[in-house]
C-alpha cells in the first residue's frame, strides 16, 4: 500500500513537474541599451527597444540614436531566428571620408543571450571614388 502511493504521488511530482517546466528563454528585456562599439569615434550610441506592433515574440523595435546627435538616427524591426537578432539599415552617412560622407547597407545581427554582435556595413563607392566594399564591426549592447 505504501509503495503504491510512493508512486502515485512520485508520477503525480513528475507529470506537474513537465508541466510547469520553465519555457524557452525569454525575449529581449525591453529598454534601453549602450550600443558598445569600436566603429563609431564622434558620439556613443544608445538603443530603445520595444515590443514590435502587432505583437511577435520573435521580433524587438530597435530606436537608435547618438549621445551628441553626430550621425543619422535609425529605426528598424529585428527578428530573432536560431538565437540572432538580426536587423538591416540604410544609413546616409555610413562611410566617413575626409570631408564628407557615403551611404552605406548595415546589418547588426546579435546573440540573443549574450548580447554581443557585428556589425556588416556594405557600400557602393568608397571614399575618393574608390571600389565598392564592406566592412565589419563587433557591438555588445549592455543594458542601462
Known sequence: MLLTRVATVAAALMVSATMLAPS??????LGNY???????TQSSWAWF????????P???NVSGIT???FYAPYNSKAFLVDGRY????????????????LPTRD???WDEVSLAGTI??????????????????????QRL
Do not use: H, K
Open 24 to 29: 524557452a528563454p525569454a525575449a529581449m528585456r
Open 34 to 40: 549602450d550600443l558598445l562599439t569600436n566603429r563609431y
Open 49 to 56: 527597444v520595444a515590443m514590435c506592433v502587432p505583437r511577435d
Open 58 to 60: 520573435n521580433c524587438v
Open 67 to 69: 549621445r551628441l546627435n
Open 86 to 101: 538580426s536587423f538591416t539599415v540604410d544609413m546616409p552617412d555610413g562611410l566617413r571620408c575626409i570631408g564628407y560622407n
Open 107 to 109: 546589418t547588426y545581427t
Open 120 to 141: 556588416e556595413s556594405v557600400y557602393d563607392v568608397g571614399c575618393f571614388n574608390g571600389p565598392p566594399g564592406t566592412q565589419f564591426w563587433t557591438f555588445a549592447l
